[in-house]
């Protein structure tokens, strides 16, 4: 008795915040909900007006092309890292701490400082490009341009986290295998191919799914990066995301059952890549004999 009372505060928690916030979301998405008002029923006009609506096609486009850049970037950089952590240097320490900050710097001020990085007239890549006798790019002012600034600056934001499980998941690779392997003659690149990435797995299907469903997700880095004076300047850029089109339709311009409806996209986007991916994992994750 004294367990399921210490469990109330959560429950009732997650019953308020959670269960009924989602059954209120799907509720809504079947309203017709404005800014002011009570909803009145709809049926299924918000679904059929998502099906006829171009913007909402271009930023699914553009959500799945994001995350196809971002997450293998993730990825590739988190591995790369957890494997340098693993050799004793001088200044390892130092090194550690540096890849561990952006995990606990504010996303805000680190977007902020990206934004003045990639500025046109006054920016440090600019300069660069001049001193190198480049010409400056106007990283803002093109669709492809604020595909690579975002790329990296999400990059930048979250390799941290999957840095630090994917070094955890190589300290449990017996050490016993690498030393067979270099009686045998691998390298270290071999050992690496044949060893440390086949049972790595899944410490890394992990981190892809996972990465996957934040990439989907992604809001605050468009919204902070491209202040818009009016909030269509990331339309124009083409590079609306769904999240980002969820929070015009829902404060912008104020159609709540329509964003509700949008956010369920949503909702069934990440619900299909993850299946996917959890259907993909039998092939290429290595459990071990037990698993």
């Not at 089109?245 to 964003?259: I, M, S």
């Given at each position: 008795m004294i367990g399921y009372l210490l469990l109330a505060p959560l429950l009732v928690g997650l019953l308020v915040f959670r269960a009924y916030g989602f059954g209120y979301n799907i509720w809504l998405s079947f309203m017709n909900a404005g800014a002011f008002?009570?909803?009145?029923?709809?049926?299924?006009?918000?679904?059929?007006?998502?099906?006829?609506?171009?913007?909402?096609?271009?930023?699914?486009?553009?959500?799945?092309?994001?995350?196809?850049?971002?997450?293998?970037?993730?990825?590739?950089?988190?591995?790369?890292?957890?494997?340098?952590?693993?050799?004793?240097?001088?200044?390892?320490?130092?090194?550690?701490?540096?890849?561990?900050?952006?995990?606990?710097?504010?996303?805000?001020?680190?977007?902020?400082v990206f934004g003045w990085m990639f500025q046109t007239q006054y920016g440090l890549v600019n300069s660069a490009l001049q001193v190198m006798g480049a010409s400056p790019v106007s990283w803002f002012g093109s669709a492809s341009g604020v595909t690579v600034v975002v790329s990296l600056l999400v990059v930048y934001l979250s390799f941290s986290v999957p840095t630090i499980i994917l070094y955890a998941g190589m300290q449990d690779i017996s050490p016993d295998l690498y030393e067979a392997a270099t009686l045998d003659g691998a390298g270290p690149v071999r050992q690496f191919f044949s060893i440390t990435l086949p049972l790595l797995t899944p410490s890394l299907f992990f981190v892809i799914i996972t990465t996957t469903i934040s990439a989907l997700k992604l809001f605050d880095v468009v919204y902070v990066l491209l202040p818009p004076v009016?909030?269509?300047?990331?339309?124009?850029?083409?590079?609306?995301?769904?999240?980002?089109?969820?929070?015009?339709?829902?404060?912008?311009?104020?159609?709540?059952?329509?964003?509700?409806?949008?956010?369920?996209?949503?909702?069934?986007?990440?619900?299909?890549?993850?299946?996917?991916?959890?259907?993909?994992?039998?092939?290429?994750?290595h459990y071990g004999e037990n698993g």
């Open positions: 008002g009570a909803p009145k029923f709809a049926g299924l006009a918000n679904y059929q007006d998502l099906l006829g609506d171009n913007q909402l096609r271009v930023a699914i486009l553009n959500t799945f092309k994001f995350a196809i850049i971002a997450v293998p970037g993730v990825i590739v950089v988190s591995l790369a890292l957890a494997t340098l952590m693993q050799y004793r240097f001088r200044g390892q320490s130092v090194f550690r701490a540096i890849v561990f900050l952006p995990a606990v710097c504010l996303p805000t001020a680190a977007i902020l009016d909030h269509s300047v990331s339309l124009n850029y083409g590079f609306t995301l769904v999240y980002y089109y969820f929070y015009l339709a829902f404060l912008e311009t104020g159609q709540r059952g329509y964003a509700a409806a949008v956010s369920l996209v949503l909702l069934l986007i990440i619900l299909a890549v993850s299946i996917v991916l959890m259907r993909l994992q039998r092939r290429f994750v």
